[in-house]
Nanobody, 121 residues
Framework: VQLQASGGGLVQPGGSLRLSCAAS????????VGWFRQAPGKEREWVSC????????HYADSVKGRFTISRDIAKNTVYLQMNSLKPEDTAVYFC???????????????WGQGTQVTVSS
């Protein structure tokens, strides 16, 4: 089982990035998919999750209204659109698959390798 996160980079405050999470060896349709992030010296933080049924979405308060999670079933990919980025959003972002959306990283079964997002002027 392999997940591939991509789309990170360097962006100025107020800018946007879109992260992608693609599965290469299994179908994401069978899983809820979440995004986490981890900044240097800090614990891994849950960011968002999308359910496989009805596409219900969930967001941490810190990103609500700025980030949007979505999924493209045909492409077997989940996206995280990040707008109005702030320096405090700087972190390595990970996607992960889980049976049911939750905010604890221990609940998630399969992880991607992470993509770096840096918000700086």
């Amino acid at each position: 089982v392999q997940l591939q996160a991509s789309g990170g980079g360097l962006v100025q405050p107020g800018g946007s990035l879109r992260l992608s999470c693609a599965a290469s060896t299994f179908t994401l349709d069978y899983y809820d998919v979440g995004w986490f992030r981890q900044a240097p010296g800090k614990e891994r933080e849950w960011v968002s999750c999308i359910s496989r049924a009805a596409g219900r979405t969930h967001y941490a308060d810190s990103v609500k209204g700025r980030f949007t999670i979505s999924r493209d079933i045909a492409k077997n990919t989940v996206y995280l659109q990040m707008n109005s980025l702030k320096p405090e959003d700087t972190a390595v972002y990970f996607c992960a698959a889980v049976r049911w959306c939750g905010s604890s990283w221990e609940e998630y079964d399969y992880w991607g390798q992470g993509t770096q997002v840096t918000v700086s002027s």
